[in-house]
């Protein structure tokens, strides 16, 4: 089993490379972490070829009690070879577009040594056989983030933006330990399958169940950025366009959807943790998108449009329906990653410029980068035909059928706002007239980054189609395809785009203000309000014992009292001989009546 | 008339209150060292007669005796230390009045 062990390893060995060896050499650099991700890649396309050797456990790593061992292992089933090739071919697609987007930047090998590693992580976590390695990757690949994110530690937003996305993470990340650990205590193991086998007996604990379900979830929320914990992604779109393509939009914000696929067999049996799954995805679904609709930024807008996808995956997990969830990640990856790399484009084009409204009529300007754009979106919109449209309909259907009527409600009425904010999008970027110098000379960005738009037009296209998604996924059954639905969300789709078209079009400012909705809801705010007052509350509080309890009585308060004593008693000290004579006789008569006579 | 323990430990109140007076009252440092030296001596006339009295096996207990011993050795170590302190003191203050050495107090 020598393939798994060359695709984990590869990108660690290139990073480790970089760092220690070519930080000098900028381009050599940027070529060892290329091929290292092409190699994983191939190594991928043949593990896809050979059979299922589920669990096998490859390094023993550590004992640290008799039913506590920790191993390094590869699950190789179905869902980590889809996920694996998603996540090592767009992430070469990425690495051979950073070679044109990152060319002049001082930073490359740092930069590429950063792709390198996070790679090395994420296929850690979905190699991963039990909980403990995949924690342990999980926590890599936030460190990862967090590098990449910061690249240019130079701005204020970037360091910023990383430290709250590695706190916000912190959060989420320690519920997960947490839930862990309880599965742990309940089953006596850390191992995806021996968890699996003690099901039976462990289900006999509904709420202990539930709770160790939701606390793992708790991982999920933080990494895939759910409601509460999504306020670092629209923030982490300050790291290099690529990043955002790679890490906050295709692979390692759907670890989470990965993670809950994973243990799927922990919801399917607690319905206490399916609802607060369902509802948390759903409100993200939701919320993203009406957030979406009021943003200026190309990539904020993204970034909310990647929350409220992961919103739908992670809600279909919560009714149960894990093969639908994987099958929207599958297809988001691809598409998610073309828009990103997209607007990377646009944004190269004009010299980073991300304000919407300062760019118009980049259709002409930016041909090849806007056809694919236009893929893209009409494969986010669910346009029939496109791979968003096949596996964002199963999702809605599983709600259908499900019985959960006002998820399906909320899913179908999010579908309609993304169709909405994703032409919005498109006709003020690409349609009507410039409307700054930078746009006016807008130009084509270089092959090297054009052409992995191009490649990943291909999958945005057919990635949904059955023969093509049942190669890499269990597809819901055929039997599910409801007609209804399909009309239903054909509907909203062309709903929200010939909205957004009568609404947008030749506008040269938004003709639509929600200050709710531009303001993001407030959380930010609220969590800064919030914040700032624990905190000012807990330093005062600290600051209160420390000034008058510890220096106040305790410091101060015993010099204090030995210089009062002192300075009384040196009243005593009189100088004069007869005087201490006097008192010492007068001190042994009283002790001597007080001992004889008392 | 036969002495009693009580008139021995009388004779050794009156000495040591005599003492004792003249360490509070006199003036003169040469006369308080010498009145210490009473107080001293009442106390080794009271062990003796204690000693006397205290007769086990037809045989006085010696130990206060013994004690009395102790004190007249001390006492005489103690007079070489203090004289030779009051002359240093008389040659540097040219005084020997308790009242002018009052340079020790706060």
């Known amino acids: 089993m020598a393939l798994p062990w060359i695709i984990l390893l590869t990108p660690l060995l290139s990073a480790a490379f970089i760092v220690l060896f070519t930080q000098r050499m900028r381009d050599f650099s940027a070529m060892v972490s290329v091929a290292a991700c092409v190699i994983s890649f191939i190594a991928t396309c043949l593990l896809l070829g050979k059979p299922n050797g589920m669990y096998v456990t490859a390094y023993h790593w550590l004992d640290v009690a008799p039913n506590f061992s920790i191993s390094i292992g590869f699950t190789i089933d179905q869902l980590s070879k889809t996920m694996l090739f998603v996540v090592t071919g767009i992430g070469a697609l990425i690495h051979i577009y950073s070679l044109g987007y990152m060319e002049d930047d001082a930073g490359k090998s740092r930069y590429f040594a950063g792709l390198s590693i996070f790679m090395f992580s994420m296929i850690g976590i979905v190699f991963a056989n039990n909980f403990v390695m995949m924690f342990l990757f999980w926590e890599l690949v936030g460190v990862s983030s967090y590098i990449l994110i910061g690249h240019w530690f130079d701005k204020p937003a970037p360091p910023a933006a990383a430290n709250k996305a590695f706190i916000t993470n912190r959060i989420g990340d320690f519920g997960f330990m947490l839930g862990i650990l309880m599965l742990w205590i309940g089953t006596g193991s850390v191992y995806f399958d021996k968890i699996k086998g003690a099901m039976p007996a462990f289900a006999a604990h509904p709420c202990y169940l539930a709770a160790a379900t939701v606390l793992v979830f708790c991982g999920a929320v933080g990494k895939s950025a759910q409601f509460p914990l999504h306020v670092w992604l629209p923030d982490a779109m300050e790291g290099p366009t690529p990043v955002s393509a790679l890490i906050h939009a295709a692979t390692m914000v759907a670890a989470g959807v990965y993670m809950l696929s994973r243990v799927f067999f922990l919801v399917a049996a607690s319905p206490g943790a399916q609802g607060v799954i369902a509802f948390i995805g759903t409100t993200t679904a939701v919320g993203a998108a009406l957030i979406a609709i009021q943003q200026n930024d190309i990539k904020r807008i993204l970034a909310y449009s990647t929350l409220s996808q992961l919103g739908y995956m992670v809600c279909s997990v919560g009714i149960a329906a894990d093969s639908a969830a994987m099958y929207h990640l599958f297809t988001h990856a691809f598409f998610k990653a073309l828009l990103f790399l997209g607007s990377g484009a646009v944004i190269y084009g004009t010299h980073h410029e991300q304000d919407i409204w300062k760019m118009g009529g980049l259709k002409n300007r930016l041909p090849s980068t806007f056809m694919t754009f236009l893929v893209g979106t009409l494969a986010l919109t669910g346009c029939p035909f496109f791979s968003g449209f096949f596996s964002k309909d199963s999702i809605i259907t599983a709600a259908l059928e499900g019985g959960h009527s006002m998820i399906f409600a909320l899913l179908l009425g999010t579908a309609f706002l993304t169709s909405f904010y994703m032409f919005r999008l498109m006709v003020v970027v690409f349609g009507g007239h410039t409307r700054s110098a930078h746009a006016r000379d807008g130009h084509q960005p270089p092959p090297v980054m054009t052409i992995p738009l191009l490649i990943l037009a291909v999958p945005s296209i057919f990635a949904g189609y059955h023969f093509l998604a049942g190669r890499f996924l269990t597809l819901p059954a055929e039997e599910h395809i409801n007609f209804g639905v399909m009309g239903l969300s054909v509907f909203v789709f062309f709903a929200g785009a010939g909205l957004a078209w009568f609404l947008y079009n030749g506008k040269d400012s938004d003709p639509v203000q929600i200050p709710l909705l531009a303001g993001r809801f407030y959380i930010d705010q609220f969590y800064q309000t919030l914040i700032a007052l624990t905190q000012d509350f807990a330093a005062s509080l600290a600051a209160t014992f420390d000034r008058w309890i510890l220096d106040g009585a305790i410091v101060r308060g015993m010099s204090g009292a030995a210089w009062v004593t002192g300075f009384v008693l040196r009243f005593l000290q009189l100088g004069n001989l007869q005087a201490y004579a006097f008192l010492f006789g007068a001190g042994s008569v009283a002790l001597i009546y007080y001992f004889l006579f008392k | ?106």
Do not use: W
Not at chain 2, 28 to 33: A, E, P, S
């Open chain 2, 1 to 106: 008339m036969e002495l009693t323990l009580d008139d021995y430990l009388l004779v050794s109140g009156l000495l040591f209150a005599i003492g004792f007076a003249g360490v509070l009252l006199r003036r003169n440092i040469i006369i308080i060292f010498m009145c210490l030296e009473m107080m001293l001596n009442a106390a080794n006339l009271s062990l003796v007669a204690f000693s006397r009295f205290n007769v086990q096996n037809g045989l006085p207990n010696y130990n206060g005796q013994m004690l009395v011993f102790f004190i007249i050795t001390v006492a005489a170590a103690e007079v070489a230390v203090g004289l030779a302190v009051i002359v240093a003191l008389y040659r540097s203050r040219q005084t020997t009045h308790v009242e002018d050495i009052s340079s020790l107090k706060f």
